[in-house]
Structure formats: C-alpha cells, structure tokens
C-alpha cells in the first residue's frame, strides 16, 4: 500500500512541477524540488529508507553497462545530432561563452541527476522490489511521456532508453549509472550540436 501511495503522490509532484521555471535557473531549482526534495520527504514519511530508493553509490556492474550503452549509442547520438529538428532544439539553454555553456551543462546535470533520481530511483525501486517489469513500466511511461514536446524521434528513444536505465540502475542498486550515463551522452549530444 505504501509502494502505491508512493507512486500516486510522485505523479502529483510531476503534474504540479510542469512548465515551471521560465530559464534553466529556475527549471534546474524547481526540479530539485519536485523531483528530489518533495518526492524523497515523502518517502521517508511513508518509512522507506534511502537505499531502498537507490540513493547509493552501488554495485559497479551498473557502471560497466552505462558505459558500454553509452559506447553503443554513439552512431545514434552522432547521427540525431546532424538532424534540423535537433539542431535547432538543443542544446536547451543560450550561452555567450565556452565557461557559460560549462556551467549551463552543469545545471543540465542537477536536471539530470533530479530525473534520475525520481524516475530511477524513487519510482522504480520500490515497485521492481514487487515486481520487476511493473517498476520498469510504471517509471517509464511517465519518463516517456515528459519527452513529448521534443523532437519527435526522442519519444520513442526515450521509451526504450528509460528502459535500460532501469535494467542497469535494478543491476547496480543504485540510479547513479543512468545519471552519468544520461548526463555524459547529453553533453556529448549537445556538443556536437553546436559544432
């Protein structure tokens, strides 16, 4: 009962967090907030301990496969990132200089890093610990749909990315193998963007 109620009030957290922040300060605090701060306070509430979230550094198995994945989509990420539709949606943030762009791609990581501890570890951990696949469904259809909006050919990119995470992040016990692998491929990404 509590692994449900952790799910229905994590959903809310989403649907009360969108489209605020007008910049990318504001949308890396806000994100902080309703995907960290709210979503952690109420598990601990409910009783859950951190580690059953994934908040742990983890097994390294996990890190092996986020950097083999990373590895593997390569051509993918090269090949998007010479697409129109790409080029002129990322990177997500305007920058004037290589140290603003920097600390820009920083924040993309707090992003990053409250993304993957919400999907990937307070929504997926406690319901896999039920049953594998739900916990993977359930975090995944939520990460799918928030990508709606992007270019087109990320939705289902990131249905099956969401994926993966989840199978690493389940081998490692921890959601930091997605983080790094999400927030690397990202600056990768946006990287070749803009050069």
């Known amino acids: 009962m509590k692994t449900f ?13 969108w489209n605020l922040g007008h910049n990318i300060y504001e949308w890396s605090f806000y994100n902080v907030v309703f ?22 550094i983890g097994k390294k198995d996990g890190y092996i496969w986020a950097l083999i994945l990373l590895l593997i989509s390569m051509p993918i ?3 998007a990132s010479r697409l129109e539709q790409f080029r002129e949606f ?11 762009f920097l600390f820009k791609e920083l924040l993309i990581g707090v992003i990053m890093l ?3 501890a919400f999907y990937r570890g307070i929504l997926l ?12 469904l359930a975090q995944n259809i939520p990460y799918t749909l928030i990508h709606i909006g992007k270019p087109g050919l990320e939705v289902p990119y990131s249905f099956l990315a969401g994926i993966f995470f989840a199978e690493i992040d389940l081998k490692s016990e ?8 999400h927030w690397t491929g990202a600056v990768i990404f946006d990287l070749l963007c803009i050069l």
């Open 77 to 79: 990420t090269i090949y």
């Open 90 to 100: 990322y990177p997500l943030f305007s920058f004037n200089s290589w140290s603003e």
């Open 114 to 116: 409250a993304h993957e």
């Open 5 to 17: 109620l952790l799910y229905l009030l994590s959903l809310l957290f989403i649907v009360a967090n």
């Open 125 to 136: 951990f406690p319901l896999a610990k039920k049953h594998k696949w739900l916990g993977i």
């Open 174 to 181: 921890s959601f930091l193998p997605s983080f790094f692998l």
């Open 35 to 56: 995907y960290i701060v709210l979503p952690f306070l109420t598990a601990y509430i409910l009783g859950f301990k951190p580690k059953e979230l994934g908040f742990k």
